[in-house]
């Protein structure tokens, strides 16, 4: 079971950037692709990017491409998301999520929150106008 923990979140101006870490320990962290999403008050859970752990895919949203990075840190164990450029509709909780073995890594499949597990707790995004 891999355990993932989030950290970075907080408010920022609209414009802005903050970066945003996800912590992983458990199982070996390699043979996982990590996932980020994201949700508003009263809205669904949304894609925000996926990467491929080992071979270093990595999808984007269309709304935050071009804007958002997604990187990882093999000797930290820590998958990053550089968010640029933010916007009021940015404000989300962040949640980082290990794609489930078996999975394959589509942009269709990780799209889908319901194919990852080991989701951690969350961070609060808020971009103030």
């Known amino acids: 079971q891999v355990q993932l923990v989030e950290s970075g979140g907080g408010l920022v101006q609209a414009g802005g950037s903050l970066r945003l870490s996800c912590a992983a320990s458990g199982r070996t962290f390699s043979s996982y692709a990590m996932g980020w999403f994201r949700q508003a008050p009263g809205k669904e859970r949304e894609f925000v990017g996926a990467i491929n752990w080992s071979r270093g895919i990595i999808y984007y949203a269309d709304s935050v491409k071009g804007r958002f990075t997604i990187s990882r840190d093999n000797a930290k164990i820590t998958v990053y998301l550089q968010m640029n450029s933010l916007k009021p509709e940015d404000t989300a909780t962040y949640y980082c999520?290990?794609?489930?073995?078996?999975?394959?890594?589509?942009?269709?499949?990780?799209?889908?929150?319901?194919?990852?597990?080991?989701w951690g707790q969350g961070t609060q995004v808020t971009v103030s106008a």
């Open positions: 999520a290990g794609l489930k073995l078996g999975t394959p890594f589509t942009v269709a499949a990780t799209t889908i929150p319901s194919n990852f597990g080991s």
